[in-house]
């Protein structure tokens, strides 16, 4: 009895001493031959198309399958892509830019001049209907074409040989450089794109792509996979060996997801989680975001055509407070229209604009003296039925209920929430049908055109109905000059007239909460939503 | 018979026609149109691209006609939210994990709720019977979304048995199937007791019992086939609450299925869509409750020869 158990000891010590060495080659072995990232896309975007998405869980996979001729890094950094570099005239007009002989195509085709023609043109014209094609008009003639004014060949595009590309524009623009980088602007082929127009990105077969990861397969809604592409001229720089999308819309279910290990990372990590996930976790990080959510008047609407009135609202409602107990994500309460974090020129447009006098908290005094200019001392005579409207959604309705209170105890005027659906809340919006509305803004590009040039007259975003010959000319003239300084004194000039006038009460600057694995090292995101996928490497 | 069922299917296909017709008016009524973006407003002349291209700009009666021609040629057209995607693409893509979820969930109903019942009804007021009221209360009562998280929480993140999303084995669906079931199986077992407690009091039993047929055999030869008759008739239509009713399962456990559809769609006002997946689960509807009906002839001989007289008329 007693030598049949040490017999059975030892066997099970044996064994487990070899399965164990097994085990610890195997798992070394995997670190390094093949690493796997796994990532919640959250939604399976309508398409990967770079002219034709729009929505940032597209860019989130674009920004790694496709490159253009420059390349934005998430620090903000234009680097070489497929040019391997570039002249750029003096008058700041026109870019010339030489391709690299080693810049390919997933299928081992090169990548040519022809590819970025072929793929501006189409972005320009207006049957492709390219919901973005609005940041092709710095090109020459852009949207004269897209007008149908001028024919295609006077697009300001021109191919020297196979590997020379000169871009010319309608006049310089600072930012001009990162726009080269944006989707629109990135290169498809042309044979692949003519045999299936709407749907050549859907299928590996056809989705030919020329960044640094290339697709191997597509399950709808299900799970998209990327390999690193062989055929991609800086693969050093790539250290996955395979990037895996998957769509988990429900929040609850992503954030089990990943405390499980069965995913590396998410972005949509649900509100009432992140107190909690902010002191105990240590995969849980607040990242800065070029966003903010606020408040806007219709300017042409009853009451809020008197500018006092705009001006009592914005100042009686306590920012901070709203930030710290509603929102809950550690955003920063906004003061101006532009947030913290777009550096021009090497300074900050935030912290040299000023706060426009807009405090964090309640500014009481002020906010009822300017409600008396207005006609209504201590709320007195205000109107009935002035409507905040709002589209549905659980965060968005607490903000409004709770700007609704502070407008009450502040002013003491009574204002009634109403809560649409997103498409019509837009529908609304945009055409001028409200008096106060929930809106928000995500930047494009980094440089504060992107938020100030919404309220020109002629602006499609322009929600607060803003119409100003003074501000327009202020922002033409700021596009039009060569002197990046002298753009940035300009549009210091635009913000400050805008917000003197007191046409939207900002909220809050947005933050962007991300959840990564502690094994997945040297992550960046960027405030405009990309993520380095190609720089990311797995260490376990 | 035959006439029977052809006279249905005609009924099933001028119901089709009209669900078609309305559903069609109601969409155009929402305000907001498919390219209206939810933060950014499109320039006016790509909005016009657009609504060329999917022909928006076509009146509404020949959108409507050209929408009917396309429903006979099996075309339900391209779906305006996802680029390049058929409608038909789509529905081929999310309808087998939706029905396998719905088929898992029948099997549970039936191999659960069906034996519970009959047990409860046997054990009528006694402590068994009790307790499976008091469990099937439970499932009437609590929300499926709770269920399912509970379960994604205890039997997935804690015990790791299951996978906790996606669809890539048969193991994904089991969680999903249950959550979805749950309120089913309460259901067919509250229904399955009182039918099975009805029959156990008529005479052909007492019959049966007085000429000494022995327990089991009344239960399994002469009551249940008559008891299931209710069963039957709500069966139809549970496995079409099964198959929409999936879309918070779907969305709870990342399943790529089409609920998501349901709800997606007309947030996104894609028109071809909308119609595409209520066309499906209205012609599922009418198909099961044709195959309901003709289920209840071969079970109850008096329906068979009702509905056979009548089509003799």
């Known amino acids: 009895m007693k030598k049949s158990l040490t017999i059975f000891l030892a066997t099970i010590i044996f064994l487990s001493i070899v399965i164990g060495f097994v085990y610890a080659i195997d798992a070394k072995g995997n670190q390094d031959e093949y690493s796997v990232l796994i ?23 674009i920004y790694n399958m496709f490159e253009g001729l420059v390349k934005t890094n998430t620090r903000n950094e234009q680097t070489p892509g497929v040019a391997e570099k570039w002249e750029i005239s003096d008058d700041g007009k026109q870019y010339k830019f030489f391709i690299r002989d080693d810049a390919k195509w997933s299928d081992g085709k090169a990548v040519t001049a022809y590819d970025f023609e072929y793929a501006w043109k189409r972005a320009v014209n207006p049957a492709n209907a390219v919901k973005y094609v609005n940041h092709m008009f710095y090109l020459k003639n852009a949207k004269d074409i897209f007008d149908g004014k001028k024919p295609m060949e006077e697009l300001g595009v021109e191919v020297v040989d196979e590997k020379t590309l000169i871009a010319t524009l309608e006049a310089p623009v600072p930012y001009m450089l990162e726009m080269f980088s944006f989707g629109v602007y990135k290169p498809v082929r042309e044979d692949i794109v003519e045999k299936n127009p709407d749907n050549w990105t859907t299928n590996p077969d056809t989705c030919i792509s020329n960044g640094p990861f290339k697709m191997t397969e597509y399950k709808m809604n299900d799970r998209l996979t990327l390999v690193k592409d062989e055929n991609y001229w800086d693969q050093d720089r790539v250290k996955l060996n395979e990037l895996q999308f998957v769509f988990i819309e429900e929040e609850g279910t992503a954030l089990s997801a990943f405390q499980a290990g069965e995913i590396d990372g998410l972005l949509n990590i649900p509100t009432q989680q992140i107190p909690t996930l902010m002191m105990e976790s240590d995969e849980f990080f607040i990242k800065p975001r070029l966003r903010l959510t606020y408040a806007a008047f219709n ?13 009592a609202f914005t100042k009686s409602i306590d920012r901070q407070k709203i930030v710290d107990t509603v929102i809950l994500t550690g955003e920063i309460p906004a003061s101006g229209f532009v947030p913290h974090g777009l550096i021009v020129n090497g300074k900050d447009f935030r912290e040299e604009g000023g706060n426009f006098g807009i405090q964090p908290t309640v500014m009481l005094e002020e906010a009822q003296k300017a409600l008396a200019e207005a006609g209504y001392p201590n709320g007195e005579g205000w109107p009935k039925n002035v409507e905040y409207l709002y589209n549905t959604n659980d965060l968005n309705k607490k903000i409004a209920e709770t700007l609704q209170e502070m407008w009450k105890k502040n002013l003491n005027v009574d204002v009634s929430l109403v809560n649409v659906e997103s498409k019509v809340h837009s529908q609304r919006r945009h055409s001028g049908d409200f008096q106060i509305a929930r809106a928000g803004w995500g930047a494009d590009y980094n440089h504060p055109m992107t938020f100030l040039d919404l309220f020109t007259s002629e602006a499609g975003n322009n929600t607060p109905q803003y119409r100003k010959a003074e501000y327009d000319s ?24 805008f917000m003197n006038d007191w046409a939207v009460c900002p909220i809050s600057y947005a933050t962007q909460p991300i959840m990564m694995k502690e094994h997945v090292k040297n992550w960046d995101l960027s405030p405009l939503g990309d993520i380095n996928f190609d720089e990311i490497y797995i260490e376990k | 018979m035959l006439n029977y069922v052809i006279k249905r299917i005609i009924s099933m296909i001028i119901t089709l026609l009209i669900i078609v017709t309305i559903t069609f008016i109601l969409m155009h009524l929402v305000p907001g149109g498919p390219f209206t973006d939810s933060e950014r407003a499109l320039s006016p002349a790509v909005e016009q691209a657009l609504m060329e291209k999917y022909k928006l700009n076509d009146p509404i009666w020949k959108q409507y006609l050209e929408y009917i021609k396309g429903i006979i040629r099996f075309d339900l057209g391209p779906s305006y939210a996802y680029t390049g995607r058929n409608v038909t693409d789509l529905i081929k893509n999310g309808f087998p994990v939706t029905a396998k979820l719905a088929v898992i969930s029948f099997v549970l109903i039936l191999i659960i709720g069906v034996p519970l019942g009959v047990t409860s009804a046997l054990q009528h007021n006694k402590f068994m019977d009790r307790l499976i009221m008091v469990f099937s209360t439970l499932g009437v009562t609590i929300p ?16 790791k048995w299951f996978p906790i999303f996606g669809a890539e084995s048969l193991k994904s669906y089991i969680l999903p199937a249950i959550a979805n079931a749950l309120a089913s199986i309460a259901y067919i077992t509250r229904l399955n007791r009182s039918s099975m407690l009805e029959v156990l009091e008529q005479d052909y039993i007492r019959t049966a019992r007085a000429k000494g047929v022995k327990g089991y055999k009344i239960v399994y030869k002469h009551a249940l086939k008559n008891a299931t008759i209710p069963t039957v008739t709500v069966l139809g239509t549970q496995m079409v609450t099964l198959l929409s009713g999936s879309f918070i399962i779907e969305k709870i456990f990342a399943l790529p299925g089409i609920g998501r559809y349901f709800v997606q769609s007309v947030s996104n006002r894609d028109y071809p869509t909308i119609m595409g997946v209520t066309i499906f689960f209205s012609f599922m509807l009418l198909l099961m409750t044709l195959i309901v009906d003709i289920a209840y002839g071969y079970l109850d001989p008096r329906v068979r020869i009702q509905k056979t007289s009548k089509g003799d008329k």
């Open chain 1, 39 to 61: 990532f919640n896309g959250e939604i399976d975007p309508p398409t990967l198309d770079p002219q034709l998405n729009t929505i940032s869980h597209g860019s989130l996979i």
């Open chain 1, 299 to 311: 300017v042409t609407a009853f009451p809020f055509d008197n500018i006092k009135v705009r001006e």
């Open chain 1, 474 to 497: 202020l922002i033409e003239q700021a596009k039009l000059s060569t002197d990046p300084e002298k753009t940035i004194e300009l549009l210091h000039k635009a913000e400050e007239m």
């Open chain 2, 144 to 159: 499926k979304f709770v269920i399912a998280t509970l379960l994604l929480f205890l039997f997935a993140y804690k015990l």
